[in-house]
């Protein structure tokens, strides 16, 4: 899946940002992801439309932390969370067998 990352608004404490070709499976985690950085003041994602519509997402920090770095540490977490997945599904494949 190819993704465009377009910066609507940026400053230290808010970053809007639309991510285009992505769908709600990326959006609920990265959504999910961010809230766990307690400097995550809000953190949403809407599609205007279901099927045209393009995520825009909305992110505020209480600002210890720049906006941009806390969406970049999210997305590092998520990329660790999937590697576990991905070890974990292999090695109970290998004990299936």
Not at 38 to 45: C, I, K, M, Q, W
Request: one cysteine or more; charged letters at 35%; a positive charge.
């Amino acid at each position: 899946m190819k993704m465009e990352i377009k910066v609507l608004e940026h400053n230290k404490r808010r970053l809007v940002f639309e991510l285009i070709g992505a769908d709600h499976t990326l959006c609920n985690s990265l959504k999910k992801e961010l809230w766990t950085d307690s400097s995550v003041r809000a953190a949403a994602y809407a599609i205007a439309h279901p099927l045209i519509g393009i995520p825009k997402f909305i992110v505020e920090t209480n600002g210890q932390k720049d906006a941009d770095e806390v969406v970049k540490a999210a997305v590092k977490r998520l990329k660790k969370h999937n590697r576990d997945f991905l070890d974990a599904f292999k090695e109970a494949k290998k004990k299936a067998k």
